[in-house]
């Protein structure tokens, strides 16, 4: 009753969230999984990955009887943790101890004759299990009314916990990097698939994009040295251009993934952007995928988000709480346009860090200088050198609560030079603006560009406006507590939708005044919380 899964698979609803229905880990998995947090990106790629290709993706019955499924897979050897999750249809990941039982599964599928449709002989480790009983499966949703109860910092604090990426979604990005790898590897054998960005930089939010990067440095960067009299070389083939040759790899994938990915839809090749890509939807998980190839220095940009976030727990939740902000506002979208980036969101949160007295966080300067010979590395001709040894760095030692961080932010940016400063996280300090872009954000790296250079001023507006009226309804959270009601209810106003919304499409929408928003919501919320007590 196991299928492979041709392309001709398909499926109709294209943007739902994940829900984990149930998961299993053994003991040992389990305390592994906890170690994870402390480890470098690199050590974590590499765990995530060997993990993604001992894993399997499963397509169940709404109904699957759990004890049934696992009885049957567990013939194919030990099963080291699997998990259901809910997404157009029901889906398991199951990892196996062994690589061995992957191949055992996949030798025992068939591939079903369908009497309409014909099948592309691709295979993958994307199946499709019938015919088991049914039990009735426990959803463990999430409840969010808790996100609008306790103090800021509190609130901070489960906004992050509540959509922060799990573990079992940061698996699934991983299995479907490899997964994407097995189509590859039709053209190139020795690639590797590695998730970047958000998936894996520690500010990513469930249902956010999944940013692929082919490697295929272990390919063209093999360099033998000659050891005799002879030399060997590679024939290959010579392009003009780095460029040219990142697009024709991208053209020939991105084709290979719509004819014989299954569950990849709506395949399309942005071959002319500044970074050359391949977006897609990969249904069986629900993720918006863009794949790039030849995209190093995003790869390092990725580490140092990364590294920025394990040095202090308050970076990940101000990070966080910002772009969700951001997002409720609409200061950011999910369509490309004039709006600012979550990755020039998530820098113009690290620059106010390190502007703090004393600063939070270092300046990418002094990350470089602490770099030893081991963290050396130059991409196209770009310093992308900085310590990746989180032990040499030492932090100052600011206590400035969560709350307060929120609060100063916004007052930072309401009345930050944008008009004749530059923001720059290498230097850790404002610096004259080099162009007369609204908004000008030094690249970390290749700093010649400017990471915002397609905001425009209507938006830079919008984002000082709301910049203020946050900062103000915050200091108003201070001072008036409704009656009541023991905590001040700060976050909660922030995430709704705002007086200065209304700039965006011009128009006036007449609102009711701030305090009576926040007033209305506390009687919902007071309503909602007798309910639950009564
Ligand atoms: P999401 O909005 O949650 O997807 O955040 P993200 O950080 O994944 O951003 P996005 O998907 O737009 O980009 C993925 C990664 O590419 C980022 O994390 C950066 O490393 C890099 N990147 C994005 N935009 C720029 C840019 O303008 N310049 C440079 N140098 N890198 C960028
Ligand atoms: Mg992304």
Known sequence: ?????????????????????????????LSSAEKIECKSLHALQVERQDQAEKSVLISCQSRTSEKKFLKFLSKHGDIKKYFFYESYGVYAVVEFASRDSVSSLLESATIPSISQESIVPFKSRLLSIRNLSSVNQQLNRKHLGFLLLGCVEQQILSLTKAYQLTEENSRLRFLVCSLLKDIAAAYFPECTIRPFGSSVNGFGKLGCDLDMFLDLDSISGV??????GFSLEYQMKRVNSERAITQSVLSVIGECVDQFGPGCAGVQKILNARCPLVRFSHQPSGFQCDLTANNRVAMKSTELLYLYGELDPRVRSLVFTIRSWARSHGITSSIPGAWITNFSLTIMVLFFLQRRGPPIIPTLDHLRDLAGPEDRSMIEGSDCTFVRDFSKIQLQNNTETLEQLLCEFFEFYATFPFSRMSINIRKGKEQNK??????????????????SKNVNSTQLDRFMALCQESSWLLQQNKTSTPNNTPTPWGLATLLLPSQVAGIKSGKKRRREPASERIKS??????????EKTG
């Open 521 to 530: 919501l506390l009687e919902s919320l007071k309503k909602q919380n007798q």
């Open 223 to 228: 360099c033998l040295q000659p050891k005799s």
């Open 434 to 451: 080099p162009e007369m872009s609204p908004l000008h954000i030094q690249n970390p790296f290749e700093t010649s560009l400017n990471v």
């Open 1 to 29: 009753f196991l299928t492979t899964m041709a392309s001709s698979f398909t499926v109709c609803r294209l943007h739902m969230r994940g829900r984990i229905l149930s998961k299993r880990y053994c003991s040992s998995a």
